[in-house]
């Protein structure tokens, strides 16, 4: 009886805790952004505002061109003086050769006597005076006597043959007030926050602990990857745990439509046209090259050309499909005779890149197939290989081999950079690239690996990524299974 009336305190303790832990790292976080972006702000605005004072000044100079020096400096003096100033206006200043300095605050550049009585100080001052005398073109962060640091922009203007830097600057103490400021307002405003979710974290620990439990199973799945769980709570319960758990599935259903609205880039079709249309051309180009092409060669281009504007047209119609392979209308699987279909997509795509293409031996048989969409997941695996090797050496083979009574593999190799290994099995994900290395060369989306991918598990096979065994270079293999060799008693 005792042992269970402690239970529920220590239950109560335990969360407090970590909701306490909890709020101070997300408090801690929090601020650090929210400070950084103050600041930031600030400073972009600074810039801004320094960038349109130099321009204005620039501007005031220009009927000055062609005048002496000294004239030069009486208009810059007449505006900036203009302008006095202030703790929190902008310091201008104009620096023109063979005459002195304009400014709105000229002692700042030593032209009033130092009043410090430290030597050692005024020496200091001295220093930093001369520095601001010396040019310096662009954004720079200073130390201005008497004011401290400063955000300085200082532009050569040419005025008639002479060069003259005009200069403005702000105080940076605006930007370390305002950090200190959000840095009270955090202090202040997290403690009264902390101990009052503290407390009501006590009172309500015990009695929300068995759905948090259930919601953490469902949050762990998610952050898995799985958008699909959703969180339940008993009927008749309208309390916060209920508002927590439809808040929480309101997220989900926003975040899974985000997903969905990714996939729909999909939709971009010169990703997955251009093969097939340089196939089309290339063929047509040799067709034409030839005076009087044999009729055989015309037929054989003409099957060729045929089977790419049907697969142009099927890819029009299904890359949205591609967001749903799981539907049963994906594929159109038929008996697909292997070595005429791989001889044929080899040889047009051979003639798509300057590369050296090999074809290993094709077995004999029939593989219960989608013939466009293998055509398609082989053409994206031989763009891959020829968009990461090199021109006239790069190697791109396509091999061949039955794996298994049923099953097929395809093998498509290149002697390019390859694949880090924690990458390997990411490289088929939608949208994902390994690096400059690897990354593609003429434009796409990075959906030619997803796409592989999708093809082979719609066909109950897979789709993995390698090392090349006999060299530097990359392996992808596609295995599929549905295959009937062609031999006695089959």
């Not at 006095?84 to 002692?107: C, D, M, Q, R």
């Not at 430290?118 to 073109?137: F, Y």
């Not at 997803?450 to 090392?467: F, K, L, N, S, W």
Request: hydrophobic letters at 45%.
């Amino acid at each position: 009886m005792r042992l269970s009336s402690l239970l529920p305190a220590g239950l109560r303790w335990r969360l407090t805790a970590w909701v306490a832990g909890v709020m101070l790292i997300s408090a801690a976080a929090v601020f650090i952004v929210v400070y950084q972006d103050t600041g930031s702000q600030i400073s972009g605005q600074i810039d801004r505002d320094i960038t349109g004072d130099v321009g204005q000044l620039a501007q005031a100079l220009r009927p000055a061109a062609g005048q002496t020096p000294a004239r030069i400096a009486a208009v810059a003096n007449r505006y900036v003086r203009a302008q006095p100033y202030t703790a929190s206006s902008t310091l201008l200043f104009v620096l023109v050769p063979g005459a002195s300095t304009a400014s709105n605050h000229p002692e700042v550049f030593g032209a009033a006597p130092e009043l410090l009585e430290n030597s050692t100080e005024q020496a200091s001052e001295n220093r930093a005076a001369r520095l601001l005398l010396v040019p310096r073109l662009g954004y720079s962060t200073q130390h201005v006597p008497d004011v401290g640091r400063m955000r300085i922009l200082e532009r050569g203007v040419e005025l008639g043959g002479l060069r003259v830097v005009v200069g403005a600057g702000l105080p940076l103490v605006l930007v370390e007030n305002a950090q200190h400021g959000v840095a009270r307002a955090f202090v202040l405003a997290g403690a009264v926050v902390l101990v009052l979710a503290l407390i009501a974290s006590y009172l309500a620990g015990a009695w929300v602990s068995a759905p948090l439990r259930r919601m953490a199973t469902v949050a762990a799945r998610v952050d898995a990857g799985d958008l699909d769980p959703r969180m339940e709570v008993a009927r008749g319960r309208a309390d916060e745990v209920r508002v927590l758990a439809e808040s929480f599935n309101h997220m989900l259903d926003r975040l899974a439509e985000a997903f969905s609205s990714q996939r729909e880039f999909i939709a971009d079709a010169s990703h997955e046209l251009r093969t097939p249309l340089t196939v089309i051309r290339g063929q047509l180009e040799v067709l034409a090259a030839q005076p009087n092409p044999p009729e055989a060669e015309v037929r054989r281009v003409e099957r060729l050309v045929q089977a790419e504007v049907g697969r142009v047209s099927r890819l029009v119609d299904d890359l949205l499909v591609l967001t749903q392979a799981e539907r049963i209308d994906f594929l159109r699987t038929e008996p697909v005779e292997l070595p005429s279909f791989v001889v044929e997509l080899w040889d047009g795509l051979s003639l798509t890149a300057d590369r050296r293409f090999e074809l290993g031996p094709v077995p004999d048989g029939v593989l219960e197939a989608d013939p466009d969409r293998l055509a398609q997941a082989l053409r994206n695996l031989a763009r891959n290989a020829i968009e990461h090797t090199a021109e006239g050496t790069g190697l791109v083979r396509l091999e061949v081999q039955r794996v298994a009574p049923d099953r097929v593999r395809f093998a498509v190799i290149d002697n390019g950079p390859g694949i880090p290994a924690a990458e390997r099995e990411r490289i088929f994900e939608r949208f994902h690239r390994v690096d400059a290395a690897r990354n593609r060369k003429t434009g796409g989306a990075g959906l030619g690996l997803a796409i592989v991918r999708a093809i082979a598990e719609a066909h109950g096979g897979h789709v993995q990524a390698a090392d090349r065994a006999d060299g530097p270079g990359a392996r992808v293999e596609l295995i599929l299974a549905g295959f009937r060799p062609r031999s006695a008693g089959s």
